[in-house]
């Protein structure tokens, strides 16, 4: 798996774990887009604008109910994006 689709999975992951928690969450939408446009520098940065926006109320959903979340997930996301995928 190469780079940018390992890091599309993280994101992917993070979704599928929570997308029925949150009704018409459009993070698979708005990642993959973000990388078919902007490939790699483009899926980070959507990423990180994801961790700075207005998500707090999902990630509180997210965490509430003991499921992965984009912060939860960040190192890890950050470490294939660098090139040090564990």
């Known amino acids: 798996m190469d780079r940018g689709a390992a890091m599309l999975a993280v994101v992917l992951d993070v979704y599928e774990g929570g997308k ?7 993070l698979k ?5 973000a990388f078919a446009t902007g490939g790699v520098e483009g899926l980070r940065r959507y990423y990180e604008a994801c961790l700075t926006g207005s998500g707090h109320r999902v990630k509180t959903t997210l965490e509430r109910d003991r499921r992965k979340t984009l912060e939860s997930e960040r190192e890890h996301f950050m470490s294939i994006y660098l090139g040090a995928a564990r």
Request: glycine content about 0%.
């Open 29 to 33: 939408e708005h990642a993959e887009n």
């Open 20 to 26: 029925d928690l949150i009704p018409a969450w459009k």
